[in-house]
């Protein structure tokens, strides 16, 4: 008889893949027992069974690598535990490269796996054909091997976890499906199924290719699509070593590894559909898809020469399987952003069995602490906006990112689809003077301007692209002359109402209570002291202030804010991000350009650093607020969409005596790293305290209204943990820097870049870094001691580290 469904459960999960069943295990195990999985099929009867099962434990960022690491850790313990054995095999992989700039990428990721302490070296190409003779070794320039990679048996492994739950008291049901999430008053009550409602205080969406459309029944974006992917598997190989690693040529789009005497091979299409465009079927449980040999000819006509033992050996499996990709390459791991009560975990993008375990451990994690046990603002739900989450959007950008999965990995690299959504009102123009456009949330907003002769568009590269010249002008004359860029793009949130002040003093860690007319740099924390986010506050009335926030992290900023307005507040909120453009104007002459325009006076008396006045450019009516993320002298220049290009006609003729320059994003960033200027999700996020990064000085915690977190500020102030925020250039001009380049002290690795350009001041590659202090230290001045070096493509550059930033550490220019 099957067992009854209970009334009430603490957690409810959705699904019954890897996914579901990692975060019921991993609840029930630090006793949460009273979790409720419900599978609409059966286990594993969705995506996870025919997974290929490979578990590699270096991914493409710092918490998708833990993910993995960890799950390396289960593997290796789960059977004693559960008396389920994982299927779990050691035989690490090679990666080879077949290019020099494949080449350069691999050793970068060698690099980075030093940050974790994962092994990894580089192989000869007579070492990898000693040790995997079935490959073609033509035009294999080397590679690079991880002993510690292997594959699971995906089944297998959720078993184990499933097992695991139950020992520790988790309840698991299958042929159970939700209709529906139960919402009310904006927090989760439970779940309705085909069987009974069950009340929960959390539901967690674990539901694979469906998590789309049951959050979307809640307003709950989870942009991810359903793709089709392939795998063959052969007839028995006589003597076929079971000891192969694992092989991957991204080049040639294909993984291969040993499968109980067969050979498994897969594909990261260099095309791709999306599968179930219309939904998918009430039926589907442990399905495949028809197998279309046009959709995988080219990439298997490339397996087959590179090992051609393919050519003489048969077939036993075709498969074509649905797998979930994200928009942007990032898991959605977190609470939904409008109920509480509401967590995701979905989107991994074909890496489930490695990072599963790890995803749903740092889920339970986040339910059992309140918060998030490290560093996942990558993979925030609310990172999404709404037109993010539509069909129309994912079913044309998802399959870009399974085709991007074996593709370079470029610095800077852009989408394709989908492009031209969102223009500012200067687009046409900086269009038809040369802009080179990059996309970010479907803003179109200039990397780079192309110099007569030149075609605006990116060709990448490790070392220096093509728009590395054009970049070091742009740079040149911000430093020596005047640049304008478009930052129209930026958030604009305006906070308003009669306790508008009152709130803000509540949310931010800098003074509100300050005059109309002024701005400040801020913070915002959460209760442990972790930096949700860094803003701009400007004051444009006794009730009226305007909040300006990064592209990326606006509708996150957005939710923040809303959240925190308490019962009672007389506190309104509006994105106006779209009702202005916005000109940046800066360097040593950008005074000399806009006095020239505006009448005014600029002087620093009347005009002061941190301050906003209306005045006229033209015909058109502006407010402008001195403010500089290049460090130099500087302005931002506020106008509605009508008289856009007016304005931006009036400045660029002015400014073309002053040897005015149009900027993009590539020279900005370089010019904001020589100065030091920080970037949310890049060089902090809410696991970092003030005093780490150097921000102390924007938090009043002795104003009269104590800011969120400010007992926790100060508690981590005194207690002076690190790792500390510092500043770092190569003394060799050669090389460049990324990020994720690992630091290293008296050749042991003690931190890693956050964020490099070269700048073109400086004369060489410049970023930031995270530093742990030195055994024994307990000062971040203990940092300026020792010999330093940055690891770039396996080799020691020599590098300086400096605790103030290198270009006008006491800001002299920006306040001139």
Request: aromatic share 10%; proline share 5%; glycine share 10%.
């Amino acid at each position: 008889m099957a067992k009854q469904l209970p009334s009430h459960a603490q957690v409810v999960i959705i699904g019954g893949g890897i996914h579901g069943c990692s975060v019921a295990y991993h609840l029930a195990k630090e006793g949460w027992n009273d979790v409720v999985l419900l599978e609409r099929k059966q286990l594993t009867s969705g995506t996870t069974w025919h997974a290929a099962g490979l578990v590699g434990q270096l991914q493409g960022s710092h918490s998708t690598t833990a993910f993995a690491k960890y799950g390396i850790e289960l593997l290796e313990e789960i059977e004693a535990e559960t008396g389920q054995n994982p299927g779990y095999r050691r035989s690490g992989s090679i990666s080879i490269a077949v290019n020099d700039e494949r080449y350069a990428e691999l050793k970068r990721k060698a690099d980075f796996a030093r940050l974790f302490g994962i092994e990894a070296h580089a192989m000869s190409t007579a070492e990898i054909s000693e040790r995997w003779p079935l490959m073609n070794p033509e035009g294999v320039l080397g590679g690079i091997y991880m002993p510690s990679d292997g594959s699971a048996n995906p089944i297998d492994l959720t078993t184990a976890l499933a097992k695991g739950a139950r020992k520790y008291g988790a309840s698991i049901f299958e042929h159970v499906k939700v209709d529906e999430v139960l919402v009310e008053g904006g927090k989760v009550r439970g779940v309705r199924t085909d069987q009974g409602t069950i009340t929960a205080d959390f539901v967690v969406n674990c539901g694979g290719m469906w998590a789309r459309d049951l959050g979307r029944q809640n307003d709950v974006g989870v942009p991810i699509h359903a793709c089709e992917h392939y795998y063959l598997v052969t007839e028995s190989i006589p003597d076929l070593p079971s000891d192969l690693p694992v092989l991957r040529s991204y080049c040639d789009g294909t993984y291969w590894k040993e499968d109980a005497g067969k050979l498994l091979f897969g594909f990261a299409h260099f095309q791709a559909k999306p599968w179930a465009t219309k939904g998918i079927s009430e039926d589907f449980c442990f399905d495949s898809l028809p197998f279309v040999e046009d959709d995988v000819m080219e990439v298997l006509e490339l397996a087959m020469n590179r090992v051609p033992l393919l050519q003489e050996t048969g077939i036993r499996t075709f498969f074509n399987g649905p797998e979930s990709y994200s928009y942007d390459g990032r898991f959605t791991l977190g609470p939904a952003p409008d109920i509480d009560g509401y967590f995701v975990l979905a989107g991994v993008n074909s890496t489930g069995i490695q990072s599963g375990p790890g995803a749903g451990k740092a889920l339970a994690d986040w339910i059992m602490k309140g918060h998030a046990p490290m560093d996942l603002s990558e993979m925030d739900p609310a990172r999404c906006e709404e037109f993010q989450a539509r069909d129309p959007y994912l079913q044309e950008r998802c399959p870009e990112t399974l085709v991007l999965t074996y593709a370079m990995h470029w610095p800077n690299r852009q989408r394709e689809t989908l492009r031209n959504l969102r223009r500012t009102p200067f687009h046409h123009a900086l269009k038809a003077r040369g802009a080179c456009f990059a996309e970010l949330q479907g803003w179109e907003r200039p990397g780079w301007f192309a110099t007569e002769g030149m075609t605006p568009e990116y060709e990448y590269s490790f070392g220096r692209q093509n728009w590395f010249d054009c970049a070091m002008a742009e740079q040149k004359a911000a430093r020596e002359a005047v640049a304008m860029i478009d930052y129209s793009m930026l958030g604009k949130l305006m906070v308003e109402g009669a306790d508008a002040e009152a709130f803000l003093q509540r949310v931010c860690t800098n003074d509100m209570a300050m005059p109309v007319g002024r701005v400040a740099y801020t913070l915002m924390l959460n209760e442990r002291g972790g930096i949700e986010s860094d803003v701009t506050v400007a004051r444009h009335g006794d009730n009226s202030y305007m909040v300006m926030s990064s592209i990326s992290h606006t509708r996150r900023d957005y939710l923040h804010l809303r959240r925190n307005i308490a019962a009672g507040e007389d506190v309104r909120l509006r994105d106006t991000t779209s009702a202005f453009g916005v000109l940046g104007l800066m360097g040593p002459k950008s005074r000399d350009v806009l006095a020239e325009v505006s009448g005014i006076d600029l002087s620093n008396a009347a005009f002061p650093f941190n301050s906003l006045q209306s005045f006229h450019i033209g015909h058109a009516k502006v407010t402008a607020q001195r403010l500089s993320y290049s460090g130099e002298l500087g302005w931002e220049i506020f106008v509605t969409p009508d008289f856009a290009e007016h304005v931006f006609e009036v400045l660029e003729a002015a400014g073309q005596k002053h040897g005015l320059r149009l900027i993009g994003g590539e020279a900005l960033n370089a010019l904001r790293l020589e100065k030091g200027f920080l970037h949310w999700g890049h060089d902090m996020a809410y696991t970092e305290a003030p005093h780490q990064i150097g921000l102390g000085f924007v938090c009043k915690p002795n104003k009269a209204i104590p800011f969120i977190g400010r007992d926790a500020y100060l508690a981590r102030k005194a207690e002076n943990k690190g790792p500390f925020l510092c500043f770092v250039k190569l003394d060799d001009p050669a090389p460049l820097l990324h990020h994720n380049e690992p630091l290293l002290r008296d050749g042991n690795v003690a931190g890693y870049v956050t964020a490099g350009a070269y700048g073109n001041t400086v004369g060489s590659a410049v970023g930031l870094c995270f530093l742990s202090l030195p055994d024994g230290a307990t000062s971040k001045q203990d940092l300026a001691n020792g010999t330093y070096t940055v690891l770039v493509e396996g080799q020691e550059s020599p590098a300086t580290v400096s605790l103030a930033p290198f270009y006008d550490p006491k800001s002299q220019r920006m306040l001139a």
